[in-house]
């Protein structure tokens, strides 16, 4: 379906979301439309923060507001669903807007498949009417289906659009850029070259797949990476569970801008945790570059002062390939909590592989290399 018609059918013009490639063509349209415009769009740092800023439309507005995610976002979500919007609660009506990554019987990346499989699922435990839109609905149907859902949403109750890959379709074409000069995959190599054997944990999208690349180019293995192919946002977590329990290893997180936003409250819990044997890295390109490019907070905000705040002793903020080098040797042989911020450009390779092992590989190769290091007492 053509995304003109859709908008026209919705009837809504308030929408908040986490960008999602499935739904690329509604993701540009609304930048082309709106662009951020918070009293039309607001780019959110997850699902849940999602549903808390509809919410909050709904009160002030008296108005249905428009929630876009990926199916795995689901898992955000469901706090504020079942204990905020649910009309057991406060009867806050919502439409959500869903890419269906990993449906079955469609191929797909590892970390959709189960979430694909329990998408339907899922909004059915959490009482939300759904319709699940393709490339063959027409403007009719999602006529008769939008009738429906506004009785839903009078009764206090949610609905959702679940898009199948190819839904919707979107003729112009968004171009997403910034002024930084770094390319992520070159900070990668940099990284690569400096951390050597340390154990690494990268973030979900292109991030772990150039770490891959990179490896297979060095004729390298992959037992010193975890690639934390989904669980978005939660890589410096990984990496810091591994840190505390082997202290003497030094441990490296790949980390992006979107991943950090999304849940910032990890970074309050390495600054007060601390180890000293953790180098954190965020490259911040101010985009959701794996999804199509959209725009994150990060390039208004300090991410470095934001963990110097958080009780990491270390910090700096980096923009050229030299500033890189020396805070990646000074990591290297510091003794105490490290963060860099690493300023990167927009865009990968076209040719960019994805890992050709399974995550279980990765993680078994992975614990075999750090059950070789001293665990803490």
Same mark, same amino acid.
């Given at each position: 379906?053509?995304?003109?018609?859709?908008?026209?059918?919705?009837?809504?013009?308030?929408?908040?979301?986490?960008?999602?490639?499935?739904?690329?063509?509604?993701?540009?349209?609304?930048?082309?439309?709106?662009?951020?415009?918070?009293?039309?769009?607001?780019?959110?740092?997850?699902?849940?923060?999602?549903?808390?800023?509809?919410?909050?439309?709904?009160?002030?507005?008296?108005?249905?507001?428009?929630?876009?995610?990926?199916?795995?976002?689901?898992?955000?979500?469901?706090?504020?669903?079942?204990?905020?919007?649910?009309?057991?609660?406060?009867?806050?009506?919502?439409?959500?807007?869903?890419?269906?990554?990993?449906?079955?019987?469609?191929?797909?990346?590892?970390?959709?498949?189960?979430?694909?499989?329990?998408?339907?699922?899922?909004?059915?435990?959490?009482?939300?009417?759904?319709?699940?839109?393709?490339?063959?609905?027409?403007?009719?149907?999602?006529?008769?289906?939008?009738?429906?859902?506004?009785?839903?949403?009078?009764?206090?109750?949610?609905?959702?659009?679940?898009?199948?890959?190819?839904?919707?379709?979107?003729?112009?074409?968004?171009?997403?850029?910034?002024?930084?000069?770094?390319?992520?995959?070159?900070?990668?190599?940099?990284?690569?070259?400096?951390?050597?054997?340390?154990?690494?944990?990268?973030?979900?999208? &292109?991030? /772990?797949?150039? %770490?891959?690349? @990179?490896?297979?180019?060095?004729?390298? *293995?992959?037992?010193? #990476?975890?690639?934390?192919?989904?669980?978005?946002?939660?890589?410096?977590?990984?990496?810091?569970?591994?840190?505390?329990?082997?202290?003497?290893?030094?441990?490296?997180?790949?980390?992006?801008?979107?991943?950090?936003?999304?849940?910032?409250?990890?970074?309050?819990?390495?600054?007060?945790?601390?180890?000293?044997?953790?180098?954190?890295?965020?490259?911040?390109?101010?985009?959701?570059?794996?999804?199509?490019?959209?725009?994150?907070?990060?390039?208004?905000?300090?991410?470095?002062?934001?963990?110097?705040?958080?009780?990491?002793?270390?910090?700096?903020?980096?923009?050229?390939?030299?500033?890189?080098?020396?805070?990646?040797?000074?990591? &290297?042989? /510091?003794?105490? %909590?490290?963060? @860099?911020?690493?300023?990167?450009?927009? *865009?990968?390779?076209? #040719?960019?592989?994805?890992?050709?092992?399974?995550?279980?590989?990765?993680?078994?190769?992975?614990?075999?290399?750090?059950?070789?290091?001293?665990?803490?007492?």
């Amino acid at each position: 379906m053509r995304i003109d018609r859709f908008m026209e059918t919705l009837g809504l013009d308030f929408f908040t979301g986490v960008p999602d490639s499935q739904l690329k063509a509604l993701c540009d349209c609304l930048m082309e439309t709106y662009g951020i415009d918070p009293q039309h769009h607001i780019i959110a740092a997850n699902e849940g923060n999602c549903a808390a800023i509809a919410a909050g439309y709904h009160l002030a507005t008296g108005r249905t507001p428009v929630v876009y995610m990926q199916n795995s976002g689901e898992g955000n979500v469901i706090n504020p669903v079942a204990s905020l919007l649910n009309d057991h609660v406060y009867a806050i009506p919502a439409l959500f807007i869903i890419g269906w990554r990993g449906e079955p019987g469609i191929h797909d990346e590892p970390q959709h498949i189960y979430q694909g499989k329990v998408t339907l699922s899922l909004l059915d435990e959490l009482d939300i009417s759904y319709f699940v839109l393709d490339d063959q609905t027409t403007t009719g149907q999602l006529c008769e289906v939008m009738d429906g859902f506004r009785r839903v949403f009078r009764a206090g109750k949610q609905a959702a659009i679940v898009v199948r890959k190819g839904g919707l379709t979107f003729d112009k074409k968004v171009k997403y850029a910034n002024d930084n000069a770094m390319k992520r995959e070159e900070i990668i190599r940099h990284i690569v070259a400096v951390s050597q054997h340390d154990p690494i944990v990268s973030t979900t999208g &292109k991030a /772990s797949r150039e %770490l891959f690349e @990179i490896r297979e180019q060095l004729d390298q *293995g992959h037992e010193n #990476d975890f690639l934390t192919v989904g669980s978005m946002g939660h890589a410096s977590s990984i990496a810091l569970g591994v840190a505390i329990q082997k202290p003497t290893t030094k441990v490296w997180c790949i980390d992006g801008d979107g991943a950090a936003l999304m849940h910032m409250g990890s970074l309050a819990l390495i600054g007060t945790n601390a180890p000293g044997n953790l180098v954190h890295i965020v490259i911040n390109n101010a985009a959701h570059e794996t999804v199509g490019g959209m725009p994150t907070v990060a390039g208004q905000i300090d991410l470095a002062a934001v963990c110097k705040a958080c009780g990491y002793p270390n910090t700096v903020k980096v923009r050229t390939f030299e500033e890189l080098d020396s805070a990646l040797r000074e990591a &290297k042989e /510091s003794k105490s %909590l490290c963060f @860099i911020e690493a300023a990167c450009s927009i *865009g990968a390779r076209a #040719d960019l592989g994805r890992p050709t092992t399974s995550a279980i590989e990765n993680k078994e190769h992975f614990m075999q290399r750090l059950s070789r290091e001293k665990t803490g007492e």
